[in-house]
């Protein structure tokens, strides 16, 4: 009797998970065969646009004779600032749009607005690690050496990288709901985000005055754990873990709140 009743609650969970599993599917098949051409090869194409965002802005560095303040190839440099950067600019940015460009799936009583959220979050991390993958090759054929000095802190920086994008993508997807114009604001603040995110720069060589302030940007702390991961003997003053961490898990609580509180204006609104 008592393993009956074990079994019993155990298939609702089964179920539930079963369900949740297939309606995010479903907007994730949604969204790569809409978002380029109506065809899912189009998903090919997301992977691409921004391994030539970020080669061109290399290429564009190399070319201006700009040498690595750290390191022997000014490329892997420049790819320690702008990986992480532009991991965050598109995941969040891309999280924003998923509401509008899928208004229409929130019609239906068993899609919630955060599997639509986290479908589009999924796609673009797989999208990210592709881009990722492309450019190891791509820098491995050139004859530069892309390993890093400590590969697990590499790995857990970009993996900070990727809470606090999704993180800040639910509050701005949310927003977006209610004024789809914080859209287009928010996709002009990915070019603060990368001007100020130390991509380009060494946040740490400035004077404690201008980099400390500087440091309380998280964007810029992704890119900072970064390099010190890279670099042996990279500073690692402005690296606050702690505070990159709490950050994009106090984002992601407060954008699940934020829709949890007015789901139900939500749902009027699409």
Not at 223 to 238: H, P, Q
Request: hydrophobic content about 50%; glycine content about 8%.
């Amino acid at each position: 009797m008592h393993k009956k009743r074990k079994n019993a609650r155990r298939r609702p969970t089964t179920d539930a998970l079963r369900e949740k599993g297939n309606v995010i599917s479903a907007v994730m098949l949604r969204d790569m065969r809409t978002r380029f051409f109506n065809h899912g090869l189009g998903f090919i194409i997301q992977s691409l646009w921004p391994m030539a965002h970020i080669l061109i802005i290399m290429m564009i560095n190399v070319a201006a004779g700009r040498s690595a303040p750290y390191g022997d190839s000014p490329m892997i440099f420049f790819a320690t600032g702008l990986v992480p950067t532009l991991t965050f600019i598109y995941i969040s940015r891309f999280m924003s749009l998923s509401l509008i460009i899928n208004k229409s799936m929130l019609s239906f009583p068993i899609v919630k607005v955060t599997d639509v959220l986290f479908g589009r979050a999924f796609l673009e991390v797989v999208a990210g690690v592709i881009t990722l993958v492309l450019i190891w090759l791509v820098l491995t054929a050139l004859g530069v050496n892309p390993y890093p000095n400590d590969p697990a802190q590499a790995l857990l920086a970009y993996l900070a990288t990727i809470l606090l994008a999704v993180g800040i993508g639910t509050i701005v997807g949310v927003l977006t709901l209610f004024l789809p114009i914080f859209a287009t604001g928010y996709a002009l603040m990915g070019i603060i985000f990368y001007l100020s995110s130390g991509s380009l720069f060494v946040a740490s060589n400035f004077p404690d005055q201008i980099a400390i302030p500087m440091s309380y940007n998280p964007v810029l702390q992704c890119v900072e754990w970064m390099r010190a991961a890279y670099f042996e003997g990279y500073s690692d003053r402005l690296v606050d873990k702690g505070y990159l961490l709490s950050f994009g898990v106090g984002a992601l609580f407060i954008g699940l709140t934020a829709e949890r509180l007015s789901r139900r204006i939500l749902l009027d609104v699409s």
